[in-house]
């Protein structure tokens, strides 16, 4: 390590530090909580009487969450499932999730989280890959888990429905809908099944093992593409998410007041983002989460958003452009004014235009934070009460070193861009059975090269490029799509785009753009116009593609290579 190198990632050299806002320490104490599962042991006990979540108007209490979290890993431990075993969840956010979640980690096993949009292929994968002993599924996916199961080595299957926390009468109602309206569910059978009420049944009557749980154990097995696509499960210990969520919890200072906070998550909490930023984060200040099942439904995301008086929401660039555009959302902003405080997106880039509006519309700044499920996931964050969008994704967290270096590891100074690398307490073990993906990430230092392109300023602030398998070189020029999508979007006339990359015989590589148009008549000379007056020529798309839409994941990042099965004619190229 070089002179300088060891002058970046020091207490002194850490510049950053100097420009944290007033009150956010340095350091946070990792020996906070001994567990996830002491910290919400301690948060039930806090917080006994306060809501912990929300879902279509029932209300679960500290206490309840407590009570049915201790049946449910009863219930795992009755059954033959041992210490450390992985427990998958596949479900959108319902009341059930937080309850699997603590539960299987009370019971001492690990979660498994899955995407429960995912493909037989995609499950089978992932069930196989971290041997899960027992999976909670939502019945409207059972089918796909059938499918599935005979590649895996899953020996019991606990089954959900919607409703299945609701007051009864509702529960019923809601059940009834999820089952029978058209497409919501392909029959399924799973010999041997048990449902979740029953479960919870069962772990009412005998009280879970007691057992010491520590930091070092394992909590969670969280699948992630990373840096080569390949899927992998971050194994993320309970000290690694305990320490994010203090590190959360130190950054918002004094914005948010324990006990008294109510967050709205549209967002899925399988995605490590969600899981931390909202559940554990909330959890730990004893918050009430109001959870959104199906975020895509904005309409409906639109009457809760309505319904509820709310000091926190958490998204993506897509999903608060979506709530900007929707007819009547001003309405919630105005009867929401002087409770809204806080406003996160992470898991994308936020565009400029977004960012804009929402200040405007809410009065309040939409801070933009980096992360990786490598890390927990926050890494980096911008102060939440700034008051203009600066385009960087922030300063590294308490106890968070971060360092740009280039291709041979050195660290670089302010101003070159370079990798973004990360050390702090948050940082994964390593690679679920894969020890070399994890050497060529994860150092012995544990410093973990996240293949991502960033540049530090002089204050410490951090701008993301682009992840490292996006940039696009243009006859030896980076191009970093992300700039290019930023500009194309500040066109009135067009509501998405995505940059890539395609082969060029003259310059290596030029620059595609796939745009989605507002109006029609919108022309690709159009674009390309509006492109050139503030990008430099190297940097302007030369080919120009119009798509009715652009694929995205559930989160609603833009895929990273759309396939062409999706494409609409092109309307134009230049």
Known sequence: MTAQAKDTTSAQGRIWLEHYPAGVPAEIDVHRFASLVDMIEQSCRRFATRPAFTHMGSVLTYTELDRLTRHFASALQRLDLQRGDRVAIMMPNLLQYPVAFFGILRAGMVVVNVNPLYSTRELQHQLADSGAAAIVVLENFAATLQAALDA?????????????????????????????????????????????????????????????????????????GGTTGIPKGAVLTHGNLVANTEQISAWLGGTLEEGRETVVTPLPLHHIFA??????????????????????????LLRTLRATRFSAISGVNTLFRLLLDLRGSDAVWRANAGALKVAVAGGMAVQRLVAQRWQQATGIPLTEGYGLTEAAPVVCVNPVEGVAFSGAIGMPL?????????????????????????????????????????????????????????????????????????????????????????????????????????????????????????????????????????????????????????????????????????QATAAGNA
Not at 176 to 203: C, D, N, Q, T, V
Not at 462 to 467: E, H, K, N, V
């Open 275 to 300: 899981l931390t930023a909202n559940l554990l984060t909330f959890v730990r200040l004893g918050g009430n989460n109001v959870l959104v099942t199906d975020p895509r439904n904005v309409r409906s």
């Open 398 to 566: 308490p106890s968070t070193r971060v360092a740009i270096r280039d291709e041979a590891g050195q660290d670089l100074p302010p101003g070159q861009a370079g990798e973004i690398c990360v050390q702090g307490p948050q940082v994964m073990r390593g690679y679920w059975n894969m020890p070399q993906e994890t050497a060529r990430v994860l150092g012995a230092d544990g410093w973990l090269r996240t293949g991502d392109l960033g540049v530090m300023d002089s204050r410490g602030s951090i701008r993301f490029l682009a992840r490292g398998k996006e940039v696009i070189v243009v006859s030896g020029f980076k191009v970093y799509p992300g700039e290019v999508e930023d500009v194309a979007m500040q066109h009135p006339g067009i509501v998405d785009a995505r940059a890539i990359g395609i082969p060029d015989a003259h310059s290596g590589e030029a620059v595609k753009l796939l745009v989605v148009r507002r109006d029609s008549a919108l022309s690709a000379q159009a674009v390309l116009v509006h492109c050139r007056a503030q990008l430099a020529s190297y940097k302007v798309p030369r080919h120009i593609e119009f798509w009715p839409a652009l694929p995205r994941t559930d989160l609603g990042k833009a895929s990273l290579r759309p396939s062409t099965d999706t």
């Open 152 to 224: 895996t080595a899953l020996r019991h299957v606990i089954t959900t429905q919607v409703g299945d926390l609701l007051p009864p009468l509702q529960a019923c109602a809601v059940n009834l809908a999820a089952g029978w309206l058209p497409h919501r569910m392909r029959p399924w059978h799973l010999p041997g099944a048990i449902s979740f009420p029953e479960a919870l049944r069962r772990g009412r009557r005998q009280a879970p093992d007691e057992l010491v749980i520590t930091s070092d154990d394992v909590a969670l097995l969280q699948y992630t």
